[in-house]
């Protein structure tokens, strides 16, 4: 999934870990060094919080999980089961069935009535949060920095005509990107870290000998 449809651009802030992250605060930073620092912390206070949470859930739900275990050593105990009979095996199997679906459903209460971390479920929401607000304050150049580094240079090889139709896109994105930076003052730059990302280039932008 990507979490950019779940937030969406219009998100002034979010809420981690008893932490608020403003865009307009994160937007006043001046580097790009300090905001991914600021998103490094975020993240880190999210895994924390989460940690937390489902520790907490798991020690909650531990009498569950042994009240389980006890039903079914009764289960399996009863005079009934203690002679071989044809349909024994199933009729063991579905019992132990609907106690382990009895023990679901009570943990499935339990964690919708534990208390919510103060912060985004996974920390991956989180670093889309920042990477939303990123694109608004980056420089063309981070901007092409950002897309080499994410992209994936062997998307030709996939059978997945929707993986290759993405790579194209993004192939066609960066080599414009490229041609504006060139046009501009940071032309030799952004060659030189188009060469540096390229799997098969030199850092000259000659091609790699594979068999040396």
């Known amino acids: 999934m990507n979490y950019r449809h779940r937030f969406g651009s219009n998100v002034d802030s979010i809420r981690v870990d008893g932490v608020t992250y403003t865009r ?8 790009k060094a300090e905001r991914e620092a600021l998103r490094e912390l975020a993240e ?3 895994c924390a919080a989460n940690t937390r949470h489902y ?3 798991r020690e909650a739900q531990k009498p569950l999980r042994e009240a389980f275990e006890v039903a079914r050593k009764e289960f399996w105990a009863q005079d009934r089961f203690r002679k071989r009979y044809a349909g024994r095996a199933d009729h063991m199997r579905l019992g132990e069935r609907a106690l382990r679906a009895t023990m679901h459903d009570a943990m499935r209460v339990l964690q919708d009535n534990m208390p919510p971390v103060d912060g985004c479920t996974y920390p991956a929401a989180v670093d889309d949060m920042f990477l939303v607000w990123e694109e608004v304050v980056e420089t063309p150049f981070e901007r092409f920095e950002r897309l080499l580094s994410h992209h994936d240079w062997y998307y030709s090889y996939s059978d997945d005509h929707g993986v290759w139709s993405a790579g194209e896109r993004r192939s066609r994105e960066i080599r414009c990107q490229l041609d504006t930076l060139k046009s ?7 060659q030189l870290l188009y060469n540096q990302k390229c799997p098969w280039l030199n850092d000259d932008g000659s091609q790699k000998n594979e068999n040396p």
């Open 24 to 31: 307009e605060d994160y937007c006043k930073l001046p580097s």
């Open 184 to 190: 501009g003052n940071f032309g030799e730059a952004a």
């Open 55 to 57: 520790d907490a859930l």
């Open 44 to 46: 880190q206070r999210c």
